[in-house]
C-alpha cells in the first residue's frame, strides 16, 4: 500500500473552515471531523508526537483525505455530524441506536387518526414528539383517548365500517365514521388535541372550561358533563406528570465513563412535565476524552437525527465542553430559536442534573454487570474450543415449510452479544425444495463469496444441524481465499432434542465435544444457535404469508400486480379486501364495476 503523502497535500490545503473525511485503503471512511482552520487542524495529525494511541493508529491507516468547504463554523458543525450519521466513522465516537425515535402522527385526513409512528415521515400529517421510548408513546395515546375522542383506529378499519365499534361505546371514540359526531366538533376536538401534543395543556384546559360554561348557560348539562369530565381527567394527569419547578421545556444530560464504558443520560421535561429519560452508551475509541465523548453525543443526539422537534430551548450540561458556543450556535440554527447550553447550574437544575448523573451511574453499573456475564461466556467457549479470542461469530438456520419458501438467517454476535444491524436473511432459490443441504451451500455462498474485508470474517461460524450440513460448509471454505481462515462448528441436538444435551462436531463430525447444561459457554452457544432459528422462522412466515396473500388475488382474471398492489394498500390487506362490499371495492382506484363484482363473487366462492 503506498504511504499517504500528507506533505503534498498540506500544501495545498486552505485555511478556510469545513469538514474532513479520511479514508483507507479500501476508500472505506474511517473518521470525519471539522475546523475553523482546515490547514491548521488537519496539520495536527501528522506532528511527529501524536500523545494519544487512538490519533497513532487513525493516521497509520490514512490513505486518503477529502474536504468540504463550509462558509461558517457552524455549517461545518451540522455538516460535521450529518456525515458521522452516514458513515458511522470506525475511530468516530458513535451514538449507537438501533431505532429511529418513535413520535405521534396526526394524520391528514377528513377525521384525522392518532397513531405511532417510527421511520420516514411519508404519511402527511402533523408529527408530535419524539419520545424517548415506544412506551411513553404507548402511555400518551392510551391517555388521551380516555381525554379526547379522537379515532386511533387503522384507516381500512375505519373506512369498513357500518357501525359503532367498541370504543364508542366505552366512550373513547366519536365515531366519526359512522357520523354520529359532526365534522366541526370532530374538528375542535382535533384542535385541542394538537394543543395538548404542543405543550399547551394549560390553553386546552382553559378552553374546555369555556366550552363547559357555555354548554351550562345553554341548559346542555350533557354536554356541559362531558367537558367537565375531559376537565378533570386533564388535571389529573397534570398532577400524575408535574415537575416540583418552574421550567416548561429542558434537557438534562448525565454521563458517567467507568472501565471503559460510558453512559449518557437523557431527562427530557416539556410542558413541565417529566416527558421520560433514556440512556444512551455510545461507542467510545480508546482514548477518547470526556469533552470529546461529550461534544460528540450532543451534535448525533441533536443534529444528525435532524428533527428539529427534540430540541429543548434549555439544554444542562454535567460539565463545560471546549466547544459550547459553536453547539449551541449551531443547534439555534437548527431550531430557529435561541438554544443555551448550562453548565455550573444551580437549585432545581442542580436538583435534575444529579438525577440524570445518578440514572447514568446506576445504567452503567448494570451494563458492566451484564459484560462481565458475557464476558465470562467468552472466556469459557474460547477455552473449550481452543481459541485465543473470539471478536465475531455467525450463525446459520433454514427454514421452510415442506420445501416451499426456504429462508436461510444468518446472526451475528461480537464482544457484546447479538449485533443485530448485522443479520441478514436470504431467500433461498434455484434448488430441490426440502434440500437443506443445498440451501446452506446457497446461504453461504451469498454470505461469503465476495467477502474481502477480513475484519468481517467471524472466528467461529456455527452451523445448525449434523454432520451433513456441516460437511457442507467445510466444503465451501476448501477454496477460501483469505488468509484468516473461520472455525466451523456443527451444533447437533441430542436425541432428545432437550436444551443442554447439545453436541458439538468439529472436522466433519470427526470430533466432538459435549459441554455440561449448565456451562455458560454452552449458555452462549444456544442463545446464538436460538437466535438463528428465531430469525429464520420470522423471515419464513413473513415470507409465506406474502405468497398466501398475494395467490388469492392472483387467480382473478384481470387483477394483475398494479390492480393487486391497490387492492391491499386501498383496503388494508388480504382481510380488508374480502371484508369490502361491492361499492367499497368499485371505489379502489382501477377497478370498474364490473371488475368489482367479478372480485367480490371469486373471494366469496373461495370461502
Not at 173 to 190: F, G, L, R, T
Request: with cysteine; aromatic share 8%.
Amino acid at each position: 500500500m503506498a504511504v499517504f503523502d500528507h506533505k503534498s497535500f498540506l500544501k495545498t490545503l486552505t485555511t478556510e473552515p469545513g469538514v474532513y473525511r479520511m479514508y483507507d485503503k479500501e476508500h472505506q471512511v474511517i473518521y470525519v471531523g471539522k475546523a475553523k482552520n482546515l490547514k491548521k487542524r488537519v496539520s495536527s495529525y501528522f506532528r511527529s508526537n501524536i500523545p494519544d494511541s487512538k490519533t497513532q493508529v487513525l493516521v497509520s491507516n490514512i490513505a486518503n483525505i477529502e474536504v468540504t468547504l463550509t462558509n461558517t463554523e457552524t455549517e461545518a458543525l451540522l455538516l460535521e455530524n450529518n456525515l458521522i450519521k452516514k458513515y458511522q466513522p470506525r475511530y468516530n465516537i458513535l451514538l449507537r441506536d438501533d431505532k429511529s425515535y418513535p413520535y405521534i402522527l396526526l394524520t391528514d385526513h377528513r377525521h384525522p387518526r392518532l397513531a405511532f409512528h417510527r421511520g420516514a415521515r411519508k404519511q402527511k400529517g402533523e408529527y408530535f414528539g419524539p419520545f424517548p421510548s415506544s412506551a411513553a408513546v404507548s402511555e400518551s395515546l392510551r391517555l388521551m383517548q380516555k381525554i379526547f375522542p379522537v379515532r386511533q383506529c387503522e384507516d381500512a378499519y375505519y373506512r369498513a365500517r357500518s357501525r359503532p365499534c367498541l370504543q364508542h361505546q366505552l366512550k373513547r371514540c366519536s365515531a366519526p365514521c359512522v357520523e354520529k359526531v359532526s365534522d366541526d366538533e370532530y374538528s375542535n376536538q382535533v384542535d385541542l388535541v394538537r394543543q395538548f401534543l404542543s405543550g399547551k395543556s394549560h390553553l386546552v384546559i382553559e378552553a374546555l372550561v369555556a366550552k363547559m360554561e357555555q354548554a351550562s348557560l345553554s341548559l346542555n348539562f350533557e354536554e356541559a358533563a362531558k367537558f367537565r369530565d375531559q376537565i378533570a381527567l386533564l388535571r389529573q394527569m397534570q398532577e400524575q406528570q408535574s415537575v416540583a419547578g418552574n421550567f416548561a421545556e429542558m434537557d438534562v444530560i448525565g454521563f458517567v465513563q467507568h472501565n471503559g464504558l460510558c453512559a449518557v443520560h437523557m431527562l427530557m421535561i416539556r410542558d413541565h412535565k417529566i416527558l421520560g429519560s433514556k440512556t444512551y452508551f455510545p461507542k467510545v475509541p480508546k482514548d477518547s476524552n470526556d469533552d470529546e465523548i461529550l461534544t460528540s453525543f450532543i451534535g448525533q443526539y441533536y443534529i444528525s437525527n435532524g428533527s428539529n422537534a427534540r430540541i429543548a430551548s434549555d439544554i444542562v450540561l454535567p460539565f463545560d465542553v471546549a466547544e459550547r458556543t459553536e453547539l449551541a450556535a449551531g443547534l439555534t440554527q437548527l431550531a430557529k430559536r435561541k438554544v443555551q447550553l448550562r453548565v455550573n447550574v444551580r437549585a432545581e437544575r442542580a436538583q435534575y442534573l444529579a438525577l440524570a448523573n445518578k440514572n447514568a451511574h446506576n445504567s452503567i453499573m448494570v451494563k458492566q454487570s451484564a459484560q462481565d456475564a458475557i464476558s465470562k461466556r467468552y472466556a469459557l467457549l474460547k477455552e473449550a474450543v481452543g481459541l485465543t479470542d473470539i471478536d465475531r461469530m455467525e450463525c446459520f438456520d433454514i427454514s421452510h415449510t415442506m420445501g416451499e419458501n426456504t429462508v436461510a438467517s444468518c446472526v451475528v454476535f461480537d464482544g457484546q452479544g447479538p449485533n443485530t444491524r448485522e443479520y441478514r436473511r436470504y431467500n433461498v432459490t434455484g434448488i430441490t425444495p426440502g434440500d437443506d443441504y443445498a440451501a446452506m451451500d446457497f446461504a453461504l455462498n451469498k454470505r461469503y463469496a465476495k467477502i474481502t474485508d477480513e475484519q468481517k470474517v467471524p472466528d467461529i461460524i456455527f452451523i445448525d444441524g449434523g454432520k451433513g450440513q456441516l460437511a457442507r460448509a467445510e466444503a465451501f471454505f476448501e477454496d477460501w481465499q483469505l488468509e484468516k481462515m473461520p472455525m466451523l462448528i456443527g451444533v447437533a441436538k441430542g436425541t432428545s432434542r432437550k436444551p443442554g444435551l447439545e453436541t458439538l462436531l468439529f472436522d466433519g463430525g470427526r470430533k466432538t465435544i459435549n459441554l455440561e447444561s449448565d456451562s455458560p459457554a454452552l449458555h452462549l452457544i444456544q442463545h446464538i444457535r436460538d437466535e438463528s432459528h428465531r430469525f429464520a422462522i420470522a423471515g419464513h412466515r413473513n415470507k409465506r404469508q406474502k405468497q398466501r396473500t398475494q395467490s388469492v388475488l392472483e387467480e382473478i382474471a384481470g387483477v394483475g400486480s398494479k390492480r393487486r398492489q391497490a387492492l391491499l394498500k386501498y383496503l388494508g390487506g388480504l382481510q380488508g379486501v374480502k371484508s369490502a362490499n361491492l361499492q367499497q371495492l368499485g371505489q379502489v382506484p382501477g377497478i370498474s364495476p364490473e371488475l368489482a363484482e367479478k372480485i367480490f363473487n371469486h373471494l366469496h366462492d373461495k370461502a
